[in-house]
């Protein structure tokens, strides 16, 4: 798994920078190049993240892992449709954030917490922390969206 991640991870490095070159020299290709970038940042991600986290637990995949894993990678297409405005972009945001906020974090603060080395105190602020910052982007993309319909409809209510 390490050498499958690092190959990986080369690719997706060496595809940032050419797709950086191309965009700052105007060349074309640039868009398709960080098309690709993102999609190959969106396999990295979660293979890094298991090899990371199988490593923590002496080489066992929990089920958090898989479901940290899954979110970044939607996150992170949810990041490349927004950027290229493809459809479903907020969706794939919402699922994203959404499982890492309702699932991951949950996972991770229970199975950090039973090490009992660390400041529980301070984990659970930056547990809350993280939380709230889901809920302020879902509650902007729904009111977002509400606004959009209203106002598509003639309607002059403004929320």
């Known amino acids: 798994m390490q050498k499958l991640t690092t190959f990986i991870g080369y690719i997706t490095a060496f595809a940032i920078v050419v797709s950086a070159v191309f965009k700052i020299e105007h060349l074309p290709g640039a868009g398709t190049a960080l098309l690709l970038t993102g999609l190959l940042l969106g396999i990295y991600f979660p293979i890094f993240i298991l090899s990371k986290m199988s490593e923590k637990s002496d080489g066992k995949i929990l089920l958090s892992h898989i479901a940290a894993a899954l979110s970044a990678s939607i996150i992170n ?83």
């Open 77 to 159: 297409f949810g990041i490349t449709f927004r950027i290229w405005h493809f459809a479903g972009a907020d969706i794939l945001l919402l699922i994203g954030l959404g499982s890492f906020s309702l699932i991951v974090i949950p996972m991770l603060y229970f199975q950090h917490i039973k090490d009992a080395k660390s400041d529980k105190i301070w984990i659970g602020f930056g547990a809350l922390g993280l939380q709230f910052l889901y809920w302020v982007f879902f509650v902007n993309c729904f009111i977002g969206k509400v606004r959009q319909y209203y106002w598509r409809w003639g309607s002059f209510v403004y929320f």
